[in-house]
């Protein structure tokens, strides 16, 4: 997921070829209070001619308490970008003013309300608290990210490279979003020079169950990506369990192992999962 | 749209236009300054958006400088509103 | 006429004679040797313990009977640090010496102010690889009464064998000589590596005067130029400024897109089928070119492939990959840098070889013709593959030839790279402006928005395919960049010709036009 300054023409056309599954182009804090008018009407211009090559467009509009988040969402909602991002989220009742909020300029457009999906930035202690009711407040809702700069300044603590200060925050974030069957998206890593640091990090967040991570700098795109792409070994492995249980599912066979190992539900799920990244289709299998 | 006040909208950025708008005497018509780093190619294109924009805002008086650094279509078209919003007070939501 | 490219070529050309049109870039070679009559080198005689040291440059220039209507030929080693073609001109002029013929290896922004000398009558006529900033500029809007005939690095070699370039007078430049004129560029306070443009020059040029700043006790060593063939040695305070040789072309960018393009580009040698055990390589220095070092680096790292020679103009970065045993030599026409020629002074893998043995294409054979792998820029590319590495947007001059159609022309796989966009301009059009390079040598167009591959390697295509790589038509990209920019108008021509690109067997591929303004 990478993010783009809504006031730079040159990152918002070229933003597309990166390979990024997903393109945020922000009206938030990438663009200066006196420029909040212009980059709303550029990003609003760009979503219209603009190729992505199929990723994932989402725009992060200013929260609805500031002087911009209205002209925001009248402006782009009518676009219906595959998300509307919502910054500093802390409560169900924003929430529910956002979807009202969109659904009335829905209404007017005469589009339907399932279509474009929003996406919750969590960016307090407040937020984080009030996580789970959020995520799982409506259907829209279909991912949760965290917000690990604002968080840090929120919690009065420093931003720390080995992210102590905002551990528990992913680890409620995820479990939030996994207990309402929706995405976990990490935080950016601000050192774009350090390739190393942020190889780990991106580890460390895949193993906490996050689904992605924001990147700031188009350098960053393939380390995340090579980081959540299943190695081969998973993915041969992954086909053997799916084969092995197509194979004993013909056969009435409901325990098998494969390389001496039970495999089970969990395991199961585990595989399609692998596959589904490495772009396998199971059922074929 | 009546141009009210000096305003300006993007930047000296490549792919970006730097536009100036300022007001002008009611009557005097419009004064449209462009330079472009692809003049050559696209100077007469450039020309044709702005006259359009300032039709669709219905701005009939104005000073107006354009510099451009290889800006598309939808960009011009976009710093165009911008400047022309700001400088007949059209635009709310947005601190200057 | 038209040429096979379907280039309008005239069958005379005021100030450089009747053509002979491009037809193939193997057509004229496939006869074995060159048609043309190859003029006999000078051969002088000197005494024994005659001294060739003259005190300064203008005394030496006076010695070498200046005429009217004589050519001065240079190297272009020092690229934007060089310091003495200017002065040689400056020094010519005082003499009054008039319709010169400048024939540099190639000319840099440093260079701009020989636009006096082009402008009073002093330069009538240019021969270079390229020319760049004010003196393109210039040139294309009409500042010369001839065109500027522009050669490639080894297509130089064989209009100098033929007469077509006739040097009365070479300047060579050394950081290092003695008082017979053996010198190098290997070491001294102004070290910029090989001498590969101006050993042909020493050849063939009727007066040879050796320039140093660095007067080292006879004999001088290692022999890149060699005391046989000069006839007088100056030495100055400077020859020029080495740290602008490189002018920010040595670095690997950090321009997202150029790395994009670099990534994808690696991605296409490694499925291509060349990318095996032994392969050798050459890449240009700058943007996206450079970068692909990078990553092929990784991948030779990862993979466990090591490569056999690398060629061409040399970059720090080739260095690196000698010294990490990616490679086991290199061969050097031209440095890029300081630490370049320090490898070339020091490592016995790393050997300066002379434009002829690189490129030139009349000859038993040059190292172009064994490469396997080019990585080459472009500032355009056209629907039938050809490539524009001379004129810029707006028409106007300002790249070179280089060893681009040369080491396309050898290699295995030409890869092209080049963002498909730049500032508001197509790279991918329907008709370059100007062709350097034949569509029929180039297999792989590489940009960010896709990769073309050329209808005539549809097993490259297929390899790549294979490889889930982005592959597409290039009309397909040239129409989807035409729909982000949009149609842009024609730049408008005179019908004077300005410039004359010359492939390397000596035909004419294309002219440039001048531009109005």
């Known amino acids: 997921m990478l993010y783009i300054p809504g006031n730079n023409p040159a990152m918002l056309l070229h933003g597309g070829v990166y390979g990024a599954d997903s393109l945020l182009l922000d009206l938030e804090d990438a663009v200066a209070l006196n420029q909040k008018d212009a980059a709303r009407i550029l990003v609003r211009n760009m979503l219209k001619t603009v190729d992505y090559y199929g990723a994932e467009v989402c725009v992060r ?24 991002r919502y910054p500093k989220t802390e409560t169900i009742e924003e929430l529910d003013r956002l979807v009202q909020v969109i659904t009335e300029i829905e209404d007017r457009h005469g589009l339907p309300h399932d279509k474009m999906k929003i996406h919750i930035m969590i960016e307090t202690a407040l937020g984080v608290q009030n996580v789970f009711e959020i995520a799982k407040f409506c259907k829209r809702v279909d991912a949760i990210t965290i917000g690990g700069q604002d968080l840090t300044a929120d919690m009065n603590i420093k931003n720390t490279k080995d992210g102590a200060g905002i551990d528990l925050a992913r680890k409620m974030i995820v479990m939030a979003a996994k207990a309402n069957k929706i995405d ?5 890593f601000v050192d774009v020079d350090n390739e190393e640091d942020l190889r780990i990090e991106t580890q460390y967040i895949k193993e906490l169950g996050f689904n992605g991570k924001a990147v700031i700098n188009p350098r960053q795109i393939d380390i995340v990506h090579e980081v959540f792409t299943p190695t081969e070994e998973e993915i041969r492995k992954a086909y053997r369990i799916i084969k092995e249980f197509n194979r004993n599912k013909a056969l009435g066979i409901g325990v098998f192992a494969v390389d001496g190992k039970m495999v089970d539900a969990p395991v199961l799920t585990r595989a399609n999962y692998v596959l589904e990244l490495a772009g396998v289709d199971s059922d074929a299998i | 749209m009546e141009i009210v006040k000096k305003a300006q909208a993007g930047s000296f950025e490549s792919s970006d236009v730097l536009v100036l708008i300022e007001p002008v ?18 100077g007469d294109q450039i020309l044709t958006i702005i006259q359009e924009s300032l039709d669709e805002y219905e701005v009939n008086d104005i000073h107006l400088v354009f510099n451009d650094k290889g800006a598309i279509d939808t960009v011009i078209k976009a710093r165009l509103e911008t400047a022309i919003k700001r400088a007949s007070n059209a635009q709310k939501g947005t601190m200057y | 006429m038209q040429n096979s490219l379907g280039r309008e070529i005239p069958e005379f050309i005021e100030g450089y004679g009747k053509t002979e049109p491009f037809s193939g870039a193997w057509t004229k070679l496939k006869k074995g040797e060159m048609s043309e009559i190859t003029i006999p080198p000078p051969n002088k005689a000197k005494l024994a313990h005659q001294t060739k040291l003259t005190p ?11 005429h009217d209507g004589m050519t001065v030929s240079f190297h272009h080693h020092l690229r934007n640090g060089d310091g003495l073609l200017v002065k040689t001109l400056d020094i010519l002029a005082k ?14 922004d440093c260079h701009t102010p020989i636009l006096k000398y082009i402008a009073d009558g002093t330069i009538c006529k240019v021969w270079t690889s390229g020319m760049r900033g004010e003196i393109g500029k210039a040139v294309s809007e009409g500042a010369m009464q001839l065109p500027v005939i522009f050669h490639s690095h080894g297509g130089r070699v064989r209009a100098i064998h033929t007469g077509e370039i006739s040097i009365d007078l070479a300047i060579v430049a050394t950081s290092a000589a003695d008082e017979e004129g053996n010198g190098t560029g290997t070491f001294g ?23 140093t700043d660095n007067l080292v006790e006879y004999p001088c060593y290692p022999l890149s130029v060699t005391q046989n063939f000069v006839d007088y040695v100056v030495v100055v305070d400077s020859i020029g400024d080495p740290t602008k040789i490189a002018s920010g072309t040595t670095r690997i960018t950090k321009s997202p897109i150029d790395l994009l393009i670099a990534k994808h580009a690696a991605d296409v040698i490694e499925h291509s089928g060349y990318f095996v055990p032994g392969f050798s390589f050459q890449l240009g220095a700058g943007g996206a070119s450079l970068a692909v070092a990078k990553f092929m680096r990784d991948k030779m790292k990862r993979q466990e492939i090591h490569g056999s020679f690398l060629l061409g103009g040399v970059t720090s970065y080739c260095i690196d990959m000698l010294n990490e045993g990616l490679f086991k030599s290199v061969f050097d026409v031209q440095s890029f840098d300081a630490m370049v020629s320090s490898s070339l002074y020091n490592n016995k893998n790393h050997i300066e070889i002379s434009a002829a043995l690189y490129a030139n294409p009349y000859n038993c054979g040059c190292m172009t013709n064994k490469l396997d792998i080019v990585v080459l820029g472009a500032l355009e590319v056209d629907v039938d593959f050809n490539v524009n590495v001379l004129t810029g947007s707006g028409g106007y001059i300002r790249g070179a030839s280089g060893g681009h159609c040369d080491t396309a022309s050898g290699a295995k796989l030409t890869v092209v790279v080049c963002p498909s966009i730049r500032g508001r301009i197509s790279t991918i059009n329907q008709r370059v402006q100007t062709v350097v390079t034949p569509g029929e040598s180039v297999d792989v167009v590489v940009t960010e928005r896709g990769i073309c591959v050329n209808p005539a390697q549809p097993e490259l295509e297929q390899n790549l395919l294979k490889a889930g790589l982005n592959v597409k038509k290039i009309e397909d990209l040239q129409q989807e960049v035409e729909n982000i920019v949009g149609k842009s108008k024609p730049v408008e021509y005179t019908d004077k010709i300005v410039g004359v690109v010359e492939y390397r067997d000596g035909t004419i591929i294309d002219v440039v036009r001048e531009i109005k303004h």
């Open chain 2, 25 to 42: 005497e009611k009557g005097t018509g419009r004064k449209i300054e462009v330079d472009s780093a692809v003049q050559r190619q696209y």
């Open chain 3, 95 to 108: 003499m009054g010496i008039k319709n010169i013929t400048l024939a540099s290896s190639s000319l840099a």
């Open chain 1, 184 to 188: 976990a998206i990490d935080t950016v």
């Open chain 3, 189 to 211: 306070k102004s070290a910029f590596g090989s001498m590969g443009y101006s050993i042909i020059d020493m050849r063939y040029a009727k007066q040879v005067i050796v320039v």
């Open chain 3, 56 to 66: 300064n440059l203008e005394e030496a220039i006076a010695k070498t009977n200046p």
């Open chain 1, 61 to 84: 509009v200013n929260h609805l308490d500031t002087p911009f988040g209205m002209d925001d969402l009248n402006e782009i909602v009518p676009l219906q970008p595959n998300a509307i």
